[in-house]
């Protein structure tokens, strides 16, 4: 049953007597087969107020907020003008209703009426609208014709995306009005979960106008068109329905399939270049799908489509030479025929003219830091490291009246030496006493939304981490290495990383709700009140990967009954066996779930907990972020679950630059949790490599880091 009250009234008997023929339709009628879902008001002139996309992905936390929804307000509402002023058209009688049609009579004034049918076929994920205004008097008359679009205010919507324009043009808003001389032309618009439609006007009598006056709402209107006496103007559209494609390809944002070329922003010539094709298709066809980069045939694959739902085919290509490359797929139907094409384009080897700054954005390197020796010197050097990543250095030592207490010192020397020893360097250099200095982590004061994923392939396993933020920043984002002569060398992207031996750690926000933040937040003050002790402030997890070789040893050191980890956050573990942990922690209060062992599939930690027994790890304010991760668990799962296990390094690489809901590759608009993801890295735990991405992947080279001096 569907939530939406207009759609819910419909399905009773009784709401579709209301609609009985020639009668004044009082409640809005019901439009569906088995793809789509669409409620009409006849009282609106009949406009559109509810569409939705059947098929789409759904789950609890979504179901109520907008899950399938293409559109919601007062949509494709006829805008008739006479000498100039607007008719109200309103109270339409229904004059036909069958099975998958309704038409709708009105006479907004004498002498002229007009006649809405909608209809929509039994295996298509859209249906069409058409009008006809009629002139029933003696004489000729003057119209404009049009319609008027307003999307609703909805709490869950918090994030859609529009184009309008022709054949020739695809543009988003703000843009002035666009002269279109006689059509079609078309409206795109895609919601926060890649649901959208696909709104198409076919010819008109006459050149119109149009335009986007507010956010979520567009309007067209003619110039004037003469209707001879009982003449009649006709123009009809059609409106598309899909779970998503993402951004229209100018050449056929209007065309009858939805394709795209979706290939990364820059790369260099002779390394392999990854992209997705992208298709959807309003009707069931089969369908071959072809790329090509220079007339040279790269990926092929023939697809049942099913209607409205979108496929994607990931390529691979490796350039020849610098300059433009121009990635195209091509659409055929089963006869041949071509039904879509789309180009992508990437700069090799420097961008070309006019695109400088997609090179600059792919050649940009993160601010390094680089420790060695002995973890004194590491001290010594993390004092002396002045301005390195952002305003201060990773680690920042800074002065405060109560730091670590001498008996404190004692403790961790015994415990944590490497920390103190560490105190004692930064001591030496910046003349801060151990007992008044405290180190303070700026990684873990910039925490944000993030995902990890453990994968299991042919390259051993891999964590691969999607740092995401609420902007478009870089401010802060560095990477640091240490290679201490005691312990086991590691390398960090945000104070995550892995380690010589293999043991790779990645964290996100946790998105707990206020109780347990309250009820955690009390008990780790509880626990230093009583002269308890936690792992070193600020250093812990730098220590975790000093000290531990595997999954066991770190989840020994985090929950140690006389030192555990302060942390307050989502903790993805994995080592080189393929062992991984997730731990989902505040202040001192967690829970562990572990990997089980022959477990297929992959091993995710993102911004939500897991409710316990005791109502606790409820998941926390921020639904938009908890949506948004579950709803990458679910892309990876469709679209690569079936060969988790044969996922390689270069797999995960292409997996990670994936755009629209659910993709890993974000940019603000495409996720309910309105997040950009400003950096990743992947741990290849086998050779303990980070491969680090400065920006989006899909803009960005990956730059392998080894533990090598």
Not at 170 to 193: H, K, N
Request: with cysteine; aromatic share 8%.
């Amino acid at each position: 049953m569907p939530r939406y009250p207009q759609l819910r009234c419909l399905l009773s008997a009784g709401a579709l007597l209301l609609a009985a023929a020639s009668a004044i339709a009082a409640e809005p009628l019901l439009l569906e087969n088995e793809y789509v879902r669409v409620a009409i008001d006849p009282r609106q002139g009949g406009a559109v107020t509810d569409m939705l996309y059947k098929n789409v992905l759904r789950f609890p936390l979504i179901a109520e907020r907008g899950a399938g929804v293409a559109g919601s307000g007062v949509l494709f509402a006829p805008a008739i003008e006479l000498g100039g002023k607007p008719l109200t058209i309103s109270g339409m009688k229904v004059e036909h209703r069958a099975a998958r049609a309704i038409t709708l009579l009105a006479s907004p004034v004498e002498g002229l009426s007009f006649e809405r049918t909608l209809s929509t076929g039994a295996a298509e994920s859209g249906f069409s609208i058409r009008d006809q205004v009629r002139n029933d008097t003696g004489g000729a008359i003057s119209v404009r014709i049009g319609t008027a679009s307003r999307q609703r205010p909805e709490p869950w919507r918090l994030t859609q995306r529009s184009w309008i324009g022709d054949s020739s043009q695809a543009v988003a808003p703000p843009v002035p009005p666009l002269r279109i001389p006689s059509g079609p032309f078309f409206w795109r618009q895609i919601e926060q979960y890649g649901t959208g439609f696909l709104y198409r006007v076919e010819r008109v009598a006459a050149p119109v106008e149009l335009s986007q006056p507010l956010p979520g709402g567009v309007t067209w209107r003619s110039e004037p068109v003469t209707i001879p006496a009982h003449g009649k103007v006709t123009f009809a559209s059609t409106v598309w329905i899909d779970e998503g494609g993402g951004a229209p390809d100018q050449r056929n944002a209007a065309g009858p399939v939805l394709v795209r070329s979706d290939v990364a922003a820059a790369g260099r010539s002779g390394e392999p270049l990854i992209g997705f094709a992208t298709v959807v298709s309003p009707v069931a066809r089969r369908a071959r799908v072809v790329v090509t980069e220079s007339g040279r045939e790269i990926a092929r694959a023939d697809l049942q489509l099913v209607p409205g739902k979108v496929e994607r085919v990931p390529f691979t290509c490796t350039p020849a030479r610098a300059g433009d490359l121009a990635v195209r797929t091509t659409v055929l139907d089963a006869g041949g025929v071509k039904l879509a094409d789309a180009e992508g384009h990437s700069a090799i080897d420097g961008a070309p003219a006019g695109r400088p700054q997609v090179w600059e954005m792919y050649t940009a390197r993160m601010p390094e830091e680089h420790y060695r020796g002995s973890w004194r010197e590491i001290g010594e050097q993390m004092a002396a490291n002045g301005k390195r990543i952002g305003g201060a250095s990773h680690v920042e030592v800074r002065r405060r009246n109560a730091g670590v207490s001498d008996a404190d010192l004692s403790f961790y020397a015994k415990r944590f030496p490497f920390y103190t020893e560490m105190l004692a360097g930064a001591s030496k250099v910046s003349g801060i006493r151990p007992a008044e200095m405290v180190l303070a982590n700026r990684a873990l004061e910039d925490r944000a939304a993030c995902m990890d994923v453990a994968f299991f392939g042919p390259d051993g396993p891999i964590n691969a981490f999607s740092k995401e933020r609420s902007n478009e920043g870089f401010k802060g984002l560095g990477y640091v290495q240490v290679l201490p002569a005691r312990g086991y060398a590691f390398h960090l992207y945000m104070n995550y990383g892995v380690n010589s031996e293999g043991l790779s750690t990645s964290g996100a926000t946790l998105n707990e709700d206020p109780r347990t933040t309250a009820i955690g937040h009390q008990a780790v003050a509880e626990w230093k009140q009583s002269g308890r002790r936690v792992m070193p402030p600020s250093v812990s997890l730098w220590m975790l990967l000093a000290m531990c070789r595997n999954v066991d040893e770190a989840l020994a050191m985090i929950q140690d009954p006389e030192a555990p980890l302060e942390f307050t956050g989502n903790l993805l573990l994995l080592d080189r066996g393929g062992n991984a942990a997730r731990v989902e922690s505040v202040g001192i209060d967690r829970q562990v779930f572990r990997r089980k062992p022959g477990e297929s599939g992959f091993f995710v930690a993102g911004n939500y907990p897991h409710r316990r027994a005791d109502g606790l790890f409820a998941i926390g304010p921020k639904w938009g972020w908890a949506a948004n991760t579950m709803l990458r668990e679910r892309f990876l799962e469709q679209f690569a679950g079936s060969r988790a296990d044969r996922l390689s390094l270069r797999d995960v690489i292409s997996l990670m630059q994936t755009h629209e809901a659910g993709g890993m590759c974000q940019h603000i608009h495409d996720n309910p949790g309105e997040l950009y993801t400003s950096c990743s890295f992947i741990a290849v735990t086998r050779t303990g490599d980070l491969w680090l991405s400065q920006g989006p992947p899909c803009q960005v080279q990956y730059v392998r880091h080894t533990l090598k001096p």
